[in-house]
């Protein structure tokens, strides 16, 4: 079981002295799915590009801990000393490669690189990194050579871990869970995708990655009930059929509706102010955010 700890978790836009975050903690493990709630500049978003590795905010105090357990990555032995990282001091592709995944609130548009190329490159390129920061470098590397062989941009060159054909069995199985037309796959990355099908393809994603942890940045923003109930579909198969653990940002209880959370965790000004059930978000949707701070500051 792996589980993302966030202690005490300060941070800036950086070069900026606007403290956004005030001591954030939050801890979500593999197979649970949690809600992040709160209004518009609670510092959701900001956490999660932050867990992410944006180099637009600076971390001025805290913490963030991925632990890992045997078995986290299928059949590879991951050794004792590296059971335990600290996210803050790896790039981003690094935490990428140890299983962090941002699913994100407005996903780009690239074209000229179709989804399957996309998908098979950055699924080799974590296998490659991930494979370096749990056992080295290999010393039959040249030491100057640096990148990737091949571009997306090349076509599916029948290298790395994955094999073309193994990819596409792959593809297959994850767009079949997904209930994804098959089509897509052909398609140019997120190229006049609607915002329902952009959604689903995050989640696509994150199934062919196989990440521990999960974040969905306000994924079900702009969802029509039909797409909103493919997303839910999506999120929910992470975590019953590969155990990933979901930190679902989301201003809404809708969602909910669909995708039962383990915990709920209510933001407010940067700080976690509120915890509870799936009971908590429908209190919310009843209430409003007004009330939480009465609670909160009244308790204060």
Do not use: C
Request: glycine content about 8%; charged content about 30%; cysteine-free.
């Amino acid at each position: 079981m792996a589980t993302i700890e966030i202690t005490n978790l300060h941070a800036t836009v950086a070069e900026e002295d606007e403290e956004i975050l005030k001591g954030v903690d939050l801890e979500v493990s593999s197979d649970e799915i949690h809600a992040l709630m709160g209004p518009n500049g609670s510092g959701k978003s900001t956490m999660a590009k932050i867990i992410a590795g944006h180099p637009a905010y600076e971390v001025t105090e805290g913490e963030i801990l991925l632990h890992l357990e045997e078995g986290d990555f299928g059949d590879v032995s991951i050794p004792e000393d590296k059971r335990t990282w600290e996210l803050l001091d790896l790039e981003p592709h690094e935490r990428a490669a140890l299983g962090i995944y941002l699913g994100f609130q407005y996903p780009a548009e690239i074209e000229g690189v179709t989804l399957t190329n996309f998908l098979r490159t950055a699924l080799n390129a974590k296998l490659e990194e991930r494979e370096e920061l749990l056992f080295g470098e290999d010393d039959d590397e040249d030491e100057e050579e640096s990148g990737y062989d091949t571009s997306p941009m090349e076509g599916p060159a029948d290298d790395g871990e994955v094999s073309v054909a193994e990819f596409q069995q792959l593809l297959s199985e994850k767009m079949e869970l997904l209930d994804m037309d098959a089509k897509f796959a052909r398609r140019y990355l997120n190229a006049g995708f609607s915002g329902g099908e952009k959604k689903q393809n995050e989640v696509l994603q994150a199934a062919i990655l196989e990440p521990a942890i999960a974040v969905l940045d306000e994924i079900d923003s702009g969802l029509d009930i039909d797409r909103l109930q493919d997303v839910a579909k999506g999120i929910n198969a992470l975590r019953d059929e590969e155990g990933t653990g979901i930190l679902q940002i989301t201003h809404y209880q809708r969602i909910l509706d669909y995708v039962e959370p383990d915990r709920v965790h209510i933001m407010l000004d940067g700080e976690v102010v509120m915890e509870g059930d799936a009971e908590l978000a429908e209190k919310l949707e009843d209430k409003g955010y007004d009330w939480v701070r009465d609670q909160v500051y009244e308790t204060a």
